[in-house]
């Protein structure tokens, strides 16, 4: 999606190129920053043995998002390149889809229906929480809500998803997609070492980015950011959390509509099964069929490696496109009470997040793994 400024009522919304070609610039551009950063991760560990350095270690992750942000917020991004760059949620959700042949029905249903209960808790108490916050500093009900559903569901793609069902101005979604935005730059950047501080297991760190970060391309990079098997984690829960996205907007559009705010949807379980179906990510059914192929044992060992590959390539076309969107000039033009919300909104999510892992992991015992 692009946007213009964010205090633009009048949002524009780019339709995609006509032409094929005109992908291929920014798509290029991905492969390279990707392909960059794997080899500045090698090069930084030879430099670091060559010196006898003790220091961190900086996972290709990382270094693809941090030269995508420097080229957007210095040199700026050319328009010949949006459109392609504007290609790495396809990439995201092919990842996803792919990385299911790394998992058996059984862990996706076990963890899902961890993740579930932890999702509704996590979901009431920060949903109710940003509401009143942003009502307390002036903010209108929908931007409220926006923020709300972003915050606690799917970051840009539920806020995308509650636009026309609430009648949300143009404005306040701009506004939302930037706190949004925001956060999920800090939440990339903060949880990883607070992760290692906590000494939290890859099981317990993947649960807690896929439960605490807003938009599915951070919560991908977070978790592949602490290691390989809390990344995975964080995908299928963050998938959990995708799948409710179509009830969470129901709930939403129907509030708006009895106030007579928003257009009402059509009466019957029919009816609102579609406005359901019509919300819900269709990447999510993807990962579940590759996964129950694989556990049917359908795939050969040389057919599961070459998907693995897959998804770590796409994955890395993400995460240089993740910093290649993050404009830092225009979150900066949201102006405080969106972001005071939206801080408010992902310490809260944090904070409850952690504690439920803590508790289902230590005390329960529940999930997979760790």
Same mark, same amino acid.
């Given at each position: ?84 760059? +504007? ?5 995201? #959700?092919?990842?996803?889809? *792919? /990385?299911?042949?790394?998992? @058996? =029905? !059984?862990?996706? &249903? ?120 809390? +990344? ?5 829960? #963050?998938?959990?959390?995708? *799948? /409710?996205?179509?009830?969470? @907007? =129901? !709930?939403?559009? &129907? ?116």
């Amino acid at each position: 999606m692009s946007t213009a400024t964010v205090d633009d009522d009048d949002l524009v919304e780019v339709a995609p190129p006509r032409n094929p070609l005109a992908y291929v610039p920014g798509i290029l551009l991905l492969i390279a920053i990707g392909v960059l950063g794997k080899y500045a991760q090698i090069w930084w560990k030879d430099l670091a043995k060559h010196q006898h350095w003790t220091v961190p270690d900086i996972e290709y992750v990382l270094w693809a998002i941090l030269i995508g942000l420097l080229i957007t917020n210095t040199v700026g991004l050319h328009r010949i390149f949006r459109p392609g760059v +504007g290609t790495y949620e396809f990439w995201l #959700k092919i990842g996803i889809v *792919a /990385l299911g042949s790394r998992f @058996v =029905l !059984g862990d996706v &249903a076990k963890l899902g229906a961890t993740s579930f209960v932890q999702i509704i808790l996590d979901m009431t108490i920060a949903g109710a929480i940003i509401l009143t916050v942003a009502r307390r500093l002036g903010l209108s009900g929908k931007l409220g809500s926006l923020l709300a559903v972003g915050t606690s569901i799917c970051g840009v793609s539920a806020i995308i998803a509650s636009k026309g069902a609430i009648r949300a101005r143009n404005s306040e979604v701009s506004y939302a997609i930037a706190a949004i935005l925001a956060l999920g730059a800090v939440a990339l950047f903060a949880l990883p070492p607070l992760g290692h501080l906590m000494n939290l297991t890859d099981h317990e760190f993947g649960m807690w980015a896929g439960l605490a970060v807003d938009n599915t391309a951070e919560t991908t990079a977070t978790g592949y950011l602490y290691s390989e098997e809390a +990344g995975k984690v964080a995908v299928l829960v #963050k998938a959990t959390r995708n *799948a /409710l996205i179509g009830f969470v @907007v =129901l !709930g939403f559009a &129907a509030y708006w509509a009895s106030r007579g705010e928003a257009d009402s949807i059509a009466p019957g379980v029919r009816a609102k099964a579609l406005f359901v179906w019509s919300k819900f990510p269709k990447f999510v059914l993807g990962f579940i069929a590759v996964s129950a192929i694989a556990t049917a044992g359908w795939l050969t060992k040389g057919q599961s490696t070459n998907l693995a590959n897959v998804s770590k390539w796409a994955f890395l076309l993400t995460f240089a496109g993740v910093g290649l969107n993050t404009n830092i000039r225009e979150i900066a033009r949201t102006g405080w009470r969106p972001l005071v919300v939206a801080v408010v909104g992902l310490l809260v999510v944090a904070v409850v997040s952690l504690g439920l892992v803590l508790f289902t992991s230590r005390v329960l015992h529940w999930g997979i793994g760790g």
